[in-house]
């Protein structure tokens, strides 16, 4: 008899194995991040966990393999089958730990989102440590019928096997499962498949009863559709919850005073509002009616102004870097009229679909839009690359709060944006404060940009606590002087309420000791990690 045939059903159940171990693994930053982001940190701990996890895995299951039913090949298929059990129950068990780590971090009690951070990565230890168990079983049955000149071929083989299936569960998982079936389906389906591999590699049909668990709390997922996240903005009611490939976006309401009832876009932790768009700015067009009473996305359009005699009709073509729902280009093109141009740039497009369907985003590529308005699915750095053009204004707006993509943070990219504006432009960078008014990223950000840029300059944002900074070509000079000097010769009414608003201050010439950003060496995580953690000694 062959090795290959000998080995029976073994191959297909440590493939198999081995796919659904990386499945889960991919899940669970995409489970998590809701609460706790999907930074660098995140990915760490959960890669971390999941190999501290393998490795326990492997060690219990080397010392059940050498027990009394080592050689019992039902075991396997009982280790499966609770491995799929197990990766049910996270359905369930996840969304109150992660809302609650969500508040705790809205909040800033941190320690109790370290603890919670804790508790949703102990969710996993269950099944990754069953399923890494299933391999030295496998290995122990597999050398008790094979021969003794083959057992190293053998078992390099069913390493092949593992890994391949690994492989495999990796793509699945992210290419197929999540973007299909969001977080909660992927894992009862995992864990459904996992109790019918089980059930196939044992020897004990009934425990195929396990699959009713599995079929209720699909109903329940069903009936109930994704667990609701309470709104990270006050007064706002959820209207809609969609998962991407890249975030849980939830769109939700609330009433304003002036501006009657406003539609927010609100990405993972949901710390931060992405995007606002007004009833009344929708229904009428006008700029006024767009603004959001001192946001971040009214100073996009009012960022040039820190040059000397900036004129309204010379500034005609804006790029946005992490444009979300469109607030700051809508506004844009309503100061500027339809024939100015605006390259918009958003990575997610889910984003851009629910940007046409819920916040009245009129582009190119929909009915009717606006031909100059264009739309980019793509991270924003490659985009920026590509481009040949020149840009009045150049926005960047992709925080990811709390975090920030490091690559849109370095000298490089500050260089090639550089290059792709006129000699009267801006790049506009929302850099929003930490927690209590901490100030030392925006501070990282605008030493990094004074390596690149002629001037930069601070315009202090009315609401949501924020710092624009602004980079410039051309020499400023005293920028509040000049501010204060376009705001006098201002006639768009739109244009003058958010300046006389607006706070500008100079920074620092110089260095003042803040860290420089480079492709090689951007901590700006850690840097973000050490502004939540600081506030515990305040």
């Known amino acids: 008899m062959s090795a290959g045939a000998s080995l029976g059903k073994l191959p297909y159940v440590v493939t198999l194995a081995g796919a659904g171990t990386l499945a889960i693994e991919m899940i669970a930053p995409r489970l998590l991040a809701p609460a706790f982001g999907t930074s660098q940190p995140i990915w760490a701990a959960v890669i971390g966990m999941t190999l501290l996890y393998l490795a326990i895995g492997y060690h219990l299951g080397g010392r059940w393999a050498d027990g009394v039913r080592g050689t019992d090949p039902d075991m396997v298929g009982r280790i499966i089958v609770w491995a799929g059990v197990s990766t049910a129950l996270i359905a369930p068990l996840a969304p109150p730990l992660i809302s609650g780590a969500r508040l705790a971090l809205q909040a800033l009690e941190v320690g109790s989102f370290v603890g919670a951070l804790i508790i949703a990565l102990v969710l996993f230890a269950a099944p990754i440590i069953l399923l890494a168990a299933v391999s030295p079983f496998v290995s122990r049955l597999a050398v008790t019928v094979t021969a003794p000149d083959r057992i190293g071929r053998v078992l390099g083989r069913l390493s092949m096997y593992a890994t391949m299936g690994s492989l495999a569960g990796t793509f699945i998982a992210a290419l197929w499962l999540i973007p299909l079936m969001g977080t909660s389906m992927s894992l009862l389906t995992i864990a459904g498949l996992l109790i ?204 990811h709060q709390p975090y920030i993509p490091f690559h849109l943070t370095t000298v490089e990219f500050f260089q090639m944006a550089k290059q792709r504006l006129n000699p009267n432009g801006a790049l506009v960078l929302n850099a929003g404060l930490g927690a209590n008014g901490d100030i030392r990223l925006a501070q990282a950000l605008a030493t990094t940009m004074r390596r690149v840029f002629t001037s930069v300059f601070v315009l202090e944002t009315a609401s949501y606590g924020n710092w624009m900074l602004i980079g410039t070509i051309a020499p400023i000079g005293d920028g509040a002087a000049n501010f204060a000097e376009n705001y006098q010769s201002m006639e768009d009414p739109a244009m003058r309420i958010v300046m006389e608003k607006t706070k500008g201050f100079p920074f620092l010439q110089g260095d003042d000791g803040s860290m420089v950003l480079y492709d090689d060496h951007a901590p700006v995580e850690q840097l973000v990690d050490e502004m939540i953690f600081g506030t515990l000694t305040q």
Not at 290 to 309: E, K, N, Q, S
Not at 358 to 366: A, E, I, R, V
Not at 378 to 383: I, L, M, Y
């Open 196 to 399: 019918v591999l089980g059930v196939w590699a044992g020897s004990r049909p009934r425990r195929a009863l396990w699959l009713l668990l599995v079929a209720v709390l699909m109903g329940w997922r069903l009936i109930n559709g994704p667990a609701a996240l309470a709104a990270g903005c006050q007064q706002c009611t959820v209207q809609q919850t969609i998962e991407s490939a890249n975030n849980t976006i939830q769109v939700a309401t609330r009433p304003h005073p002036i501006h009657g009832m406003q539609t927010l876009l609100l990405l993972n932790e949901g710390m931060a509002v992405h995007s606002v768009a007004n009833a009344d700015g929708m229904r009428s067009g006008n700029a006024v009616d767009m603004l959001t009473d001192g946001g971040p996305w009214d100073y996009f359009a009012i960022a040039p102004y820190v040059l000397p005699r900036q004129q309204v009709q010379s500034i005609r073509k804006m790029a946005m870097i992490g444009s979300a729902a469109g607030t700051g280009t809508a506004q844009f093109l309503a100061l500027h009229g339809p024939d100015a141009e605006v390259d918009a740039v958003e990575i997610d497009p889910a984003i851009v679909a629910v940007a046409r369907q819920s916040f009245g985003m009129n582009d190119s590529q929909t009915l009717n839009g606006n031909a100059n308005y264009r739309v980019h699915v793509a991270d924003g750095r490659t985009w920026l690359a590509a481009q040949s053009g020149t840009y009045d204004i150049i926005g960047v707006d992709a925080y």
